[in-house]
């Protein structure tokens, strides 16, 4: 968990700013405000990442390689002594500069990292839908429960109830 | 069969349209926070415990925020745990005095 308390202003105006969050001055009343929107943003980036990217290719498998970093960057450079919030930005830089020289090998690099991590992020990510699985498994058994109870009352009626 | 025949002004009351007309008629001086349409005694003492003691105290709130709905909303359910209701017509109130007196 980022020490967003600890960042300054204008830090916090920075990381709102690169998360698109609309804002005014980020001043003692508006601060709680702010850095709550800026946590929100942060996990929703850490749940949607790994799945978006799940079908790039080439040029975007590579960013898939350096965007896999990048929450844990902000982790690490948040400790840091002079913490310059764009320094968080120029260390993700080299990875990219990497992978661009020698394009073809970290393609397939980049492309065995998604996979691995995905499995994982997809148990996570299931876990955290609006209503439960195991809960839409019980409500489809009781209504099939339901009409199956129905089903066998209507059935000694049948044979009776025709037209003749 | 109607047992139940409420009044022009408790339907008013109901819906608040008496409080807000009241607040953006004129300007807020020195009002109460709970002369703002949408927050009643329990929202306006949790305001007031916050330091939010006046109108014009959420009223420097909601111009610091830009008067932007989002951002005010937020602010004011975390603040004092305004339902969605509640938040519209604290915000509506706020917008339509500024856009009087502002």
């Known amino acids: 968990m980022t020490t967003l308390s600890s960042k300054s202003a204008e830090e916090i105006r920075w990381m709102l700013d690169d998360y698109g969050i ?6 003692d009343s508006t601060r709680a405000l702010y850095e709550k929107k800026l946590r929100e943003a ?6 949607t990442k790994p799945q978006s990217d799940r079908t790039y290719y080439r040029e975007e498998a590579e960013l898939t390689y350096v965007h896999h970093h990048r929450p844990q960057r902000y982790d690490a450079v948040s400790h840091r002594a002079r913490s310059n919030y764009r320094g968080m930005d ?3 830089e080299p990875a990219i500069y990497r992978t661009q020289a020698s394009p073809f090998l970290n393609v397939s690099q980049a492309r065995n990292m998604p996979f691995e991590p995905e499995k994982p992020n997809i148990l996570e ?3 955290t839908r609006w209503v439960p699985v195991w809960l839409q498994i019980l409500v489809f058994l009781i209504v099939s429960g339901l009409l199956y109870l129905i089903f066998i009352n209507m059935e000694p009626a049948e044979p009776v109830k025709r037209l003749t | 069969m109607l047992l139940f025949r409420p009044s022009i002004t408790q339907i008013n009351n109901v ?3 008496t409080k807000h ?5 004129e300007p807020m001086g020195e009002k ?6 949408g927050i009643g005694e329990v929202l306006g003492k949790r305001l007031e415990e916050k330091g939010f003691d006046k109108a014009y105290v959420v009223l420097g709130q909601f111009l610091v925020l830009k008067k932007d709905e989002e951002l005010f909303r937020a602010w004011l359910k975390d603040t004092c745990g305004a339902n ?4 519209g017509d604290c915000y509506s109130c706020l917008r339509e005095w500024c856009d009087s007196f502002l």
């Open chain 1, 22 to 27: 609309k804002h005014g001055p980020v001043v």
């Open chain 2, 21 to 25: 007309n009241d607040f953006v008629a």
């Open chain 1, 90 to 92: 120029y260390t993700d």
């Open chain 2, 84 to 87: 969605t209701r509640q938040q």
């Open chain 1, 125 to 127: 990510s299931s876990s």
């Open chain 2, 32 to 37: 109460s926070v709970m002369a703002l349409a």
């Open chain 2, 15 to 17: 819906l608040g349209i």
């Open chain 1, 42 to 47: 942060m996990a929703k980036q850490r749940k």
